[in-house]
């Protein structure tokens, strides 16, 4: 599909405008999540013990969500289909926790994530546990798996950081990614890498930083965007998972069109805030030297892009 210049895009001018609506409080939260300063205060924060009142009202909240949000994949996968799955892969608590304990906020996200999860994997194989063994809802896709095997760095969960946070590698233009595989693959390994994130802990507690790795000039594929990819995803990822983004780094050769025409793309469907957290660092030559200064290690850093983590080619479970 031809790459669109007249779709809508994130301009300088919307950065600035948005960046000066922000409150002198956000800028500031921003910052702190950028460099990881108040990582152990917020891991405290979401550490403490959710109270069965406080379960309660969420299962009220889900049972009693407006019309217009569909709760009955939720209600059903927690009371009747799959209630310990839900304990293991999307228990209340991690929902609560990312909307602040608010049960009503809480039980609309869980809603939305298990819609999200019945649309990608059906009415029965949404409800396996989520996992690429037998008897997972993964076990017998077979293009996914070999995707897993093939392109192991398009979604790929890298060691914390020094502050304790997760941290997930995007390779987001791959030729082989965005040529080989239909798009339902990729937002099945997308959905899939994510569920990893919520089963860590430091996920959870500390929130997840990204790793985002844009083509060299040389190696763009505008014909291989997908903009409809891009907004589904970010949409589900406002909207349904319980991980709070604390920051994005996004490299890219120093020249390239990239940071011009793709990343204005994939911008313009992030929430005014959520585009401020974005960080772009034109020179990928140094692109480690900066990452140290908002607390990652060369070891932990994909050797890639100057780091010496190298990436495996199995298939997680």
């Known amino acids: 599909m031809p790459f669109s210049y007249s ?17 002198p409080e956000q800028k500031e939260a921003i910052l702190d999540d950028a460099f990881g300063r108040t990582a152990e205060e ?33 209600i059903a996968a927690k009371t009747v289909l799959c209630p310990e799955l839900v304990e293991c892969e999307s228990n209340p608590s991690m929902f609560l926790r990312y909307e602040n304990y608010n049960p009503q906020k809480a039980a609309k996200r869980f809603a939305s994530y298990w819609n999200f999860r019945v649309d990608l994997f059906g009415n029965e194989k949404a409800f396996l546990p989520m996992t690429t063994s037998e008897g997972g809802a993964l076990h017998e896709d077979e293009e996914l798996l070999r995707m897993i095997r093939e392109v192991p760095s398009y979604r790929y969960i890298l060691p914390n950081d020094s502050h304790g946070r997760s941290v997930v590698y995007l390779e987001n233009n791959q030729q082989k990614a965005t040529t080989m595989f ?16 919520m089963s860590k802990p430091s996920s959870i507690s500390k929130g997840l930083v990204v790793l985002g790795v844009l083509p060299d000039k040389g190696q763009l594929n505008l014909g291989g965007f997908d903009r409809i990819f891009f907004k589904k995803i970010t949409m589900y990822q406002r909207n349904s998972f319980p991980v ?19 990343l204005p793309a994939v911008r313009v469907f992030q929430d ?14 140094k692109f480690v030297e900066e990452l140290e200064q908002y607390g990652f290690k060369k070891e932990d850093i994909p050797d890639c892009v100057g780091g010496t983590y190298h990436f495996t080619n199995s298939v997680p479970s």
Do not use: C
């Open 272 to 285: 005014p805030e959520g585009r401020q957290r974005f960080f772009l660092h034109s020179n990928k030559n």
């Open 42 to 74: 917020i891991a405290l924060h979401n550490q403490r013990e959710i109270t069965k009142q406080e379960f309660d009202a969420f299962d009220e909240a889900l049972e009693n969500l407006p019309g217009d949000v569909n709760a009955e994949a939720a």
């Open 244 to 262: 709070k983004i604390r920051a994005i780094h996004i490299t890219t050769a120093q020249t390239s069109l990239a940071m011009e025409l793709i």
């Open 7 to 23: 779709a809508p895009s994130y301009s300088k001018k919307d950065e600035e405008r948005d960046y000066a609506d922000l409150t």
């Open 182 to 197: 239909s798009r339902d693959t990729k937002y099945k390994y997308h959905f899939y890498t994510f569920q990893k994130l």
